[in-house]
């Protein structure tokens, strides 16, 4: 199942400055931006405007989801490469995966927008991809942005498998700049992704979001849509014991800010930045 190596870049812009991108070759192997010069590479049809090139988040490890892939382009059938890549773990793991990637219900956030056909939508932080495609027979166009190639490109041949056209996939969110031009879009997702934008990027993790938040309001329209989830900072579950999703520490997101962060160094050798939130 091979990928056609194709972009549109008309929507794009420089991640650096927010100037036009040009292709810089005719072969689509590289854009370059018109005023800073900054130069991006393509792969498989999917532009890297990012600075990490090498960035790897996923439920399963790079080696494994490199199997999958590797499946999906020796086989014509995508059904038939995933049960032959979920057979390589165990039951629970694969249940796991199969529910993870496939399940439709954790895509009924859809449901909550104002839709008429026509709008064009960013799914930011898309992952394998299973809410930016069950969301595009219902819209014009859908963008999956990613930092991690390997997902992106999962999402290619999933949508190829499910005959869809209006998907286009870039591997960003590392830049000052979300690379789109303004008022592009009339709907922003954000789900289960806010929390972990501070990781990418050094600075103040509060400031971080704030500042994210306000590229996603530049690259809106002005009576554009925002879908925002995040887990609740305040959740019962946390109070009971359970340890916080992102940092896996007990009560980490129910500690102030500062006391959170020396806690996590002292456990986990690393700064608290999954900032998550609740009503106030």
């Known amino acids: 199942m091979n990928t056609k190596t194709q972009i549109v870049h008309n929507f794009y812009c420089c991640p650096h400055c927010l100037s036009s991108l040009e292709k810089q070759n005719r072969d689509n192997v590289a854009l370059q931006c018109s005023r800073c010069g900054s130069q991006f590479p393509v792969r498989k049809g999917i532009p890297l405007l990012c600075n990490n090139h090498n960035f790897y988040y ?3 490890t790079r080696k494994e989801t490199l199997d999958l892939l590797r499946l999906l382009d020796e086989c014509d059938q995508f059904g038939v490469a995933m049960r032959k890549w979920l057979e390589l773990f165990s039951k629970d793991m694969s249940d796991y995966l199969m529910s993870y990637i ?3 219900k954790r895509t009924s956030g859809k449901y ?3 839709l008429t056909g026509q709008e064009k939508v960013l799914d930011l932080g898309s992952g394998w991809g299973g809410f930016s495609l069950n969301l595009a027979d219902h819209v014009r166009e859908i963008h999956g942005i990613d930092l991690t190639f390997e997902r992106l490109l999962f999402s290619k041949y999933w949508s190829k498998h499910r005959h869809i056209n209006n998907f286009h996939t870039c591997c960003c969110g590392d830049t000052l700049h979300l690379p789109f031009t303004d008022k592009y879009f ?4 954000i789900n289960g992704v806010l929390e972990w934008i501070p990781m990418s990027q050094s600075g103040n993790p509060f400031q971080i979001q704030q500042d994210y938040l306000k590229e996603v309001r530049r690259i809106l329209s002005d009576t554009g849509q925002v879908y925002l989830a995040i887990e609740n900072r305040f959740a019962l579950s ?3 014991g359970r340890p916080d999703d992102h940092s896996g520490l ?8 500062k006391i959170a962060d020396l806690y996590s160094k002292k456990i986990r050798e690393c700064p608290y930045r999954t ?5 106030r």
């Open 58 to 60: 996923g439920e399963a």
């Open 102 to 104: 496939l399940d439709e």
């Open 112 to 114: 909550v927008l104002d």
């Open 186 to 189: 009339d709907i922003a997702i």
């Open 238 to 240: 946390y109070f009971l």
């Open 250 to 257: 007990k009560y980490g997101s129910l500690l102030p800010r």
């Open 275 to 279: 900032y998550t939130h609740s009503h």
